[in-house]
């Protein structure tokens, strides 16, 4: 599975932005997808799962409530719908796929290649 996230950019405290990871390769279409986040100087961090049919979904509890996970099978594409956003989800943002959903959030087997997103205060 290839990954190419994009969507980033500079936005306000309290703006939104949507981030969007097309997948590409013979299993992009069963894929399990997710987010990740990494600020400097921070480890990588999980933030949102889906599961290929996107009948499951789970956060981390730094974003519930303000990001919401989805996908479009038919354009092999997920999303990640960030409102409210604070100068703390300042980072670089991954998409990422595998194969079986409990490992996605631990260690998925593939990454894109990242987007920066940067919320000033």
């Known amino acids: 599975v290839q990954l190419q996230a994009s969507g980033g950019g500079l936005v306000q405290a309290g703006g939104s932005l949507r981030l969007s990871c097309a997948a590409s390769?013979?299993?992009?279409?069963?894929?399990?997808m997710g987010w990740f986040r990494q600020a400097p100087g921070k480890e990588r961090e999980f933030l949102a799962a889906i599961s290929w049919y996107g009948t499951s979904t789970k956060y981390a509890d730094s974003v519930k409530g303000r990001f919401t996970i989805s996908r479009d099978n038919a354009k092999k594409t997920v999303y990640l719908q960030m409102n409210s956003l604070k100068p703390e989800d300042t980072a670089v943002y991954y998409c990422a796929a595998d194969g079986a959903y409990h490992v996605l959030s631990i260690r998925p087997a593939y990454w894109g290649q990242g987007t920066q997103v940067t919320v000033s205060s």
């Open positions: 390769g013979r299993t992009a279409s069963n894929a399990n």
